[in-house]
């Protein structure tokens, strides 16, 4: 575990997940959280099937096919046809075109939204949580939390240590006797 990297996301809370008002408990709930959907290009194979299968297929047929479906409708439906049909390997569901397009399929009711919703899964590779998506592993605990809020503390006790030692073998080099051992301890506790 990486306790500056959590130290930190604690306290930038970049997300605004609100770290400040929340107990370690829910903190490490927070950042555990699956959340944070990773996405995907969607092959065009794969498209298809979620067409045909949830009936998107057979509703933009009957929109094109039918009189009275306004032309600008049967424009976007006839696009979307060609779309599944296309010969290129795959589509960005989040492009904004793509996005606009099945917007405008679910708001004219050709569409429904678990229909929607299914296509849109397609896109979704995985879903991670926080700690995952910054490199603190899939799982925080509360006490990484608590662990992590001393480890400042800590490095600082590290590095006043280390100065210390060296300064200790300095004075140790230096010295023409043999010190006492309260002499070295001084110079470490004045690092």
Known sequence: MDYVLLADEIATDPT?????TMSDAEIAASLSEATIRIRQRVSIERLQAVAMETGVYTALR???????????????CQTTLDLANAKFPDIDLDNPSA???????????IISAQQAAAIDALATARV????????LGEVVSADDIERSRIVPALDAL?????????????ALDAAATVPEWREIVAVIEAA
């Open 99 to 109: 996005i606009q397009m099945f917007g405008a399929l679910r708001q004219y009711g």
């Open 128 to 135: 991670v949580s926080r700690a995952e998506q910054i490199g």
């Open 158 to 170: 590290r590095v006043r240590l280390a100065n210390g030692y060296n300064a200790a073998v300095e």
């Open 62 to 76: 009957v929109a094109v096919a039918t009189p009275e479906t306004p032309a600008q409708l049967v424009a976007l």
């Open 16 to 20: 605004n997940a609100g770290y400040s």
